[in-house]
């Protein structure tokens, strides 16, 4: 079969591009969160970040595009083995069990395909909110746009402010369990670093939501407020 359809249709390929996809995305998602955070500098400094991004069309289109093959890959591959595993085990058990102590399985882990749908389509409202020359924009007279004002404004709407801060929560669930995932379906096996990255992983998941859910918090109040 994988000289066929070649060596990511097995289930070893599988894991490996799912586990590779999903670890590019957290590393976009450290570069987001770090670009994000400009926003306490005040609107001069994000709006100038979010110019300098904007204004390299002939890079940042690519690596859309590089992105968006990349959360399209991670979705279907993950959709798939998730839809074969329960094709192999069509009858559900009657009661769930946790899986005992050397288990890694969590709520996290057991929920990671409720998680990851959840977070298509907050991705689909986000992206339709932000993307440059998608959303209500605010053209700033120097060229470019009011990054500053149109995310205090989407985030003073207290529905939206609502489904962030939850679907932050989901972000820190889905990495929670992902970014351990990803580390070890690439082969890390360690037997004292692996303990260590699977914390760091764990560690960093909770700071990506948190610094997420402030950011979503301090722009629904500053932007109900002006
Ligand atoms: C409070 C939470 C968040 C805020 C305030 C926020 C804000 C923004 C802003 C201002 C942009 C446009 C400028 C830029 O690219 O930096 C953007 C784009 C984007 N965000 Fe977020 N974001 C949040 C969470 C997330 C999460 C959790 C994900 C992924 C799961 C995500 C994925 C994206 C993507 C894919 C784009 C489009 C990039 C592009 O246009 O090329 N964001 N976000």
Known sequence: MASRTGVFST????????????????????IHIAGNLIVFAGADAFNLYAHTLESKTFLLRPIELALLAVFV??????????????????????MKKGAGAPSRKSFASTTMIVSGLWLLVF???HVRAFHDGWGQEYPL???????????????????LAVFYMLSMVVVGSHLWHGVSSSVQSLGFDHP????????????????????????????YFTGARS
């Open 11 to 30: 289930s070893v390929g599988t894991k490996i591009l799912i586990g590779l996809t999903g670890f590019l995305l957290f590393l976009y998602l450290l």
């Open 73 to 94: 890959i991670h979705i279907y591959k993950t959709v798939r083995m998730f839809l074969a595993n329960q094709e192999a085990r069509p009858v559900k058990y009657a």
């Open 123 to 125: 991705l689909l409202i």
């Open 141 to 159: 007279a120097n060229g470019g746009r009011d990054l500053y004002r149109q995310e205090l404004e989407t985030l003073s709407n207290p529905f």
């Open 192 to 219: 004292v670093w692996t303990p260590r990255v699977l914390t760091a992983g764990k560690t960093i998941a909770v700071l990506i939501a948190g610094a997420f859910i402030v950011i979503a918090i301090w722009a």
